[in-house]
């Protein structure tokens, strides 16, 4: 996963957790605009995501965090 998009993930995850809470969930779409803008970027993101850690669609946002912390 590139650095910047590994960044952006954090600061939403930062951000809500923030807003509501420890127990927040999300999914990867909460990292994108509704439009599809960049679906290189969509695409790096579903894959980490489904692919490679084989997540459920919301998973708390503080798992999400973590995981992306450990790999710095």
Not at 4 to 14: A, F, G, P
Not at 18 to 40: H, R
Not at 45 to 70: P, R, V
Request: proline share 1%.
């Amino acid at each position: 996963m590139r650095e910047t998009l590994r960044q952006k993930i954090i600061e939403v995850c930062d951000r809500k957790i923030k807003q509501k809470g420890e127990n927040v969930g999300l999914s990867f779409y909460a990292f994108f605009a509704n439009k599809n803008d960049d679906p290189e970027l969509l695409m790096e993101a579903a894959e980490w995501w489904i692919k490679t850690h084989q997540l459920d669609h919301f998973e708390k946002a503080a798992k999400i965090k973590k995981m992306l912390q450990a790999i710095e």
